[in-house]
């Protein structure tokens, strides 16, 4: 379980260096909204709105992928970032959705990137039982998707001594791409 964990956590490291304009469907400037993700982490509040999007992707077999994903900070040379993969075996819907859930119609992951290129020093859902990650999809359109998120992320390397982290208050507007 752990190395499927850590490939979703490559995965979405990789999607999270995507750089994208807020711009909504049509390629026109919308200036009414404003797209980010934000969050506390460990009770510091963090905003990712850069190139903050859901990606949707058909992965096949009737599995469609939806990561949400913002950056920080414009730098290149700056990695922190916060990403949220739902995979989907059936239609996406509002409503809340946790990765302790036993049904097998999705799977809910989450990164975050604290600003490395060391994929074992990412912090990952794991599942944890007393904290597990959670998403509350509350809009969902042809142009944005919008919710609530929470939960504790772990290191995702070997060293188990390192602590998780805590992110609560998490909402977001993101444009769909």
């Known amino acids: 379980m752990k190395t499927t964990w850590s490939f979703v956590a490559v995965l979405l490291f990789c999607i999270a260096c995507n750089k994208d304009e807020s711009v909504e469907s049509g390629g026109k400037v919308n200036p009414t909204v404003t797209y980010y993700l934000r969050c506390k982490i460990d009770g510091v509040d963090k905003t990712f709105n850069v190139a903050p999007v859901v990606s949707i992707q058909d992965l096949g077999g009737g599995t469609i992928s939806y ?52 994929p074992a ?3 990952a859902s794991q599942m944890d039982a007393d904290h597990p990650f959670q998403l509350t999809l509350n809009v969902i359109t042809d142009s944005l998707m919008s919710g609530s998120f929470n939960g504790k992320l772990l290191m995702n390397g070997l060293d188990t001594n390192l602590p998780p982290i805590t992110v609560t208050e998490g909402d977001f507007t993101v444009k769909v791409q």
Do not use: H, R, W
């Open 67 to 118: 990561t949400i994903a913002g950056k920080a900070t414009t730098d290149a040379a700056n990695y922190e970032s916060f990403n949220i993969a739902l995979l989907v075996g059936d239609s996406l819907k509002t409503g809340a959705y946790s990765e302790q859930d036993s049904s097998s119609t999705y799977m809910l992951a989450a990164v975050y990137n604290p600003n490395t290129t060391d």
């Open 121 to 123: 020093k990412i912090y």
